[in-house]
T-cell receptor, first 110, second 115 residues
Framework: DAKTTQPPSMDCAEGRAANLPCNHS???????VYWYRQIHSQGPQYIIH???NNETNEMASLIITEDRKSSTLILPHATLRDTAVYYC???????????FGPGTRLSVLP | NAGVMQNPRHLVRRRGQEARLRCSPM?????VYWYRQLPEEGLKFMVY????????ESGMPKERFSAEFPKEGPSILRIQQVVRGDSAAYFC?????????????FGDGTRLSIL
C-alpha cells in the first residue's frame, strides 16, 4: 500500500470551504485515491475517489496534483454536519481492503 | 436503495458466550468486507468474502473468529468464546466488484460489548 499523510486536525468556519490535504508521495500509476469520512458512532461514508483527473460530485471535489503525489478534498460550503474524521486512502489491486490511517479530524465551527 | 444493513446495532455478551454479527450487502453487491474498530482507533481489516468464498482472511484472528457469506442470506461474522478484548465496533462493507475503481459502502456497525 502507498502510505498517506494527513494533518491530525483542522478547523473550518461554517459556510466556508474546507480544504483537506493528503500526501501520497509513493503512489503508483494504478492506485486510486479515495476519501471517506466517519461521523461519530457511524460507519465510514464514501465521499469521492479519483485516479488522475479532478473529480466532483454532490458532496465534494477532489483535486489531484499532476504528479499525483498529493491531493486535496474540498467541501465547498462546510456545515456543522461536516464535522467528522476524514480519511484519505490509496488503493490498488483487485479486492484489496482499505487501510485506514488516523485521518484528519475536521471541526466546523459556527 | 437500501444501504448496507447490519444487525444487531448493539450486542452484549458475557465472557465465554458466542457473538453472531450479520451483514446484508447493498442490492447487487456480491463482495463483502469486515472491519473492526477498537475505541479511539482506526478501522482494521479482518476478512474479505465473495459469495460462498473467503478471498482474504489475513486480518482475522486464527482462533475463535470465523466468517461466511452463503449463497442465500446475509454474511455472518461469528466470534466464539468471547473475551473482553473483543469489545469493539464491527463494520461491514460491500462493493459491486473487487475492482479498485469500485468504492466500498459501509454499514453503521455492530457495537459489541463483553461483560
Amino acid at each position: 500500500d502507498a502510505k498517506t499523510t494527513q494533518p491530525p486536525s483542522m478547523d473550518c468556519a461554517e459556510g466556508r470551504a474546507a480544504n483537506l490535504p493528503c500526501n501520497h508521495s509513493t503512489i503508483s500509476g494504478n492506485e486510486y485515491v479515495y476519501w471517506y469520512r466517519q461521523i461519530h458512532s457511524q460507519g465510514p461514508q464514501y465521499i469521492i475517489h479519483g485516479l488522475k483527473n479532478n473529480e466532483t460530485n454532490e458532496m465534494a471535489s477532489l483535486i489531484i496534483t499532476e504528479d499525483r503525489k498529493s491531493s486535496t478534498l474540498i467541501l465547498p460550503h462546510a456545515t456543522l454536519r461536516d464535522t467528522a474524521v476524514y480519511y484519505c486512502i490509496v488503493r490498488v489491486d483487485y479486492g484489496q481492503n482499505f487501510v485506514f490511517g488516523p485521518g484528519t479530524r475536521l471541526s466546523v465551527l459556527p | 436503495n437500501a444501504g448496507v444493513m447490519q444487525n444487531p446495532r448493539h450486542l452484549v455478551r458475557r465472557r465465554g458466550q458466542e457473538a453472531r454479527l450479520r451483514c446484508s450487502p447493498m442490492k447487487g453487491h456480491s463482495h463483502v468486507y469486515w472491519y473492526r474498530q477498537l475505541p479511539e482507533e482506526g478501522l482494521k481489516f479482518m476478512v474479505y468474502l465473495q459469495k460462498e468464498n473467503i478471498i482474504d482472511e489475513s486480518g482475522m484472528p486464527k482462533e475463535r473468529f470465523s466468517a461466511e457469506f452463503p449463497k442465500e442470506g446475509p454474511s455472518i461474522l461469528r466470534i466464539q468464546q468471547v473475551v473482553r478484548g473483543d469489545s469493539a465496533a464491527y463494520f461491514c462493507a460491500s462493493s459491486l466488484s473487487g475492482n479498485s475503481n469500485q468504492p466500498q459502502h459501509f454499514g453503521d456497525g455492530t457495537r459489541l460489548s463483553i461483560l
